[in-house]
């Protein structure tokens, strides 16, 4: 399994990024893929996932309504849109994947991409 993130960068204060993931090597449509990011000296931090199988999707208070996640099924890709975008939001943000469904990806993913760098200036 292979999860490439692209599209981060740098952005001033309510402006707005997308992320995307791409993705290769899953034998099974079934299994849980979204966004994790770890900010300097915090925790990671599980953001948003949806389902491969029936494209639910799934988010966190600290980012419900400001990011959307969804799926390009021809591309093979996952994105995340980003808008309204704070200082608070400047971490690595890490594409990452689970097989044992969407319970199991929020308590910690298999299968995780490099990551990414957002850097929200205020």
């Known amino acids: 399994v292979q999860l490439v993130e692209s599209g981060g960068g740098l952005v001033q204060a309510g402006g707005s990024l997308r992320l995307s993931c791409a993705v290769s090597g899953f034998t099974s449509d079934y299994y849980a893929i979204g966004w994790f990011r770890q900010a300097p000296g915090k925790e990671r931090e599980g953001l948003s996932c949806i389902s491969n199988s029936d494209s639910s999707t799934y988010y966190a208070d600290s980012v419900k309504g400001r990011f959307t996640i969804s799926r390009d099924n021809a591309k093979n890709t996952v994105d995340l849109q980003m808008n309204s975008l704070k200082p608070e939001d400047t971490a690595v943000y890490y594409c990452?994947?689970?097989?044992?469904?969407?319970?199991?990806?929020?308590?910690?993913?298999?299968?995780w991409g490099q990551g990414t760098q957002v850097t929200v200036s205020s």
């Open positions: 990452a994947a689970e097989l044992a469904g969407i319970s199991s990806w929020w308590l910690g993913p298999r299968y």
